[in-house]
């Protein structure tokens, strides 16, 4: 009996807690519920959305405040992903995939990384843009321009940018496993004569931070400050493109 009791007890108290009402003037077939009885995203009509690698983020929010693009809205992936570039791609689908029902325009702070052209084929398919280049050290330096020092010969080179040398021990040194083999940087890096430090921001504390990347790398240094690039050109681009929010 007081097993039956506390059954009924139980089953009582779960149908109170099914029984929520429903939000103010709203009913069981109003459609702007969903399947699970949440309200449906609010559409962020005359907003643009950046999705973006989490190693240009502070970058793009720079440039953004810089140049009054108080309209685009920033999400970032995770800046790990340049290790298993193949996992940019569907990532990138998956937030595309998140956030197209709220915004008019998505576009993606990403060059290709890696991927093999797969990531712009991706972005074709699911009609989105994304930034022109190889890679982030192209679009820095100005894909023309870094077109031109590979040909002139910078092919032996080894780059960092801002974020890079901030965090040259969790991207390179120990994913490499130099921190356990230091034995290994010569076969590692025995190919490039020299270290590039692209430079986002003028800070002293960073330059001599990337010198001290060049020291234990065993390669020459090289400075060279290149501002954000094409990578400014195009947000502001974008930018202009935002729909109307009438």
């Known amino acids: 009996m007081a097993t039956a009791s506390l059954r009924r007890g139980r089953a009582a108290r779960l149908s109170h807690r099914a029984a929520l009402p429903l939000p103010s003037g709203t009913s069981l077939d109003d459609k702007s519920l969903t399947e699970n009885g949440l309200a449906a995203p609010e559409r962020k009509t005359g907003r643009i959305?950046?999705?973006?690698?989490?190693?240009?983020?502070?970058?793009?929010?720079?440039?953004?405040?810089?140049n009054g693009l108080d309209h685009m809205d920033l999400t970032c992936l995770p800046a790990k992903l340049h290790l298993y570039p193949d996992q940019i791609i569907t990532h990138v689908e998956a937030a595309v995939a998140k956030h197209r029902a709220i915004y008019d325009q998505i576009y993606v702070v990403y060059a290709d990384?890696?991927?093999?052209?797969?990531?712009?084929?991706?972005?074709?398919?699911?009609?989105?843009?994304?930034?022109?280049?190889?890679?982030?050290?192209?679009?820095?330096?100005?894909?023309?321009?870094?077109?031109?020092?590979?040909?002139?010969?910078?092919?032996?080179?080894?780059?960092?940018?801002?974020?890079?040398?901030?965090?040259?021990?969790?991207?390179?040194?120990?994913?490499?496993?130099?921190?356990?083999?230091?034995?290994?940087?010569?076969?590692?890096?025995?190919?490039?004569?020299?270290?590039?430090?692209?430079?986002?921001?003028?800070?002293?504390?960073?330059?001599?931070?990337?010198?001290?990347?060049?020291?234990?790398?065993?390669?020459?240094?090289?400075?060279r400050h290149t501002g954000y690039g094409d990578l400014e050109t195009t947000l502001k681009t974008w930018g202009k493109s935002a729909p109307s929010s009438n």
């Open 113 to 223: 990384c890696g991927t093999g052209g797969q990531l712009q084929k991706k972005c074709a398919d699911l009609g989105v843009e994304m930034v022109p280049g190889p890679h982030c050290y192209a679009f820095f330096e100005g894909n023309t321009r870094f077109d031109t020092l590979s040909e002139a010969g910078e092919i032996t080179a080894f780059y960092l940018t801002d974020f890079l040398v901030k965090q040259f021990d969790a991207f390179v040194w120990r994913p490499m496993g130099l921190d356990k083999n230091p034995e290994l940087r010569d076969m590692i890096f025995g190919n490039y004569t020299t270290l590039i430090y692209q430079s986002q921001i003028r800070d002293t504390e960073l330059l001599d931070k990337a010198r001290d990347c060049a020291k234990r790398m065993g390669l020459d240094f090289i400075h």
């Open 49 to 66: 959305l950046l999705i973006a690698c989490g190693a240009l983020a502070r970058e793009i929010l720079d440039i953004c405040n810089a």
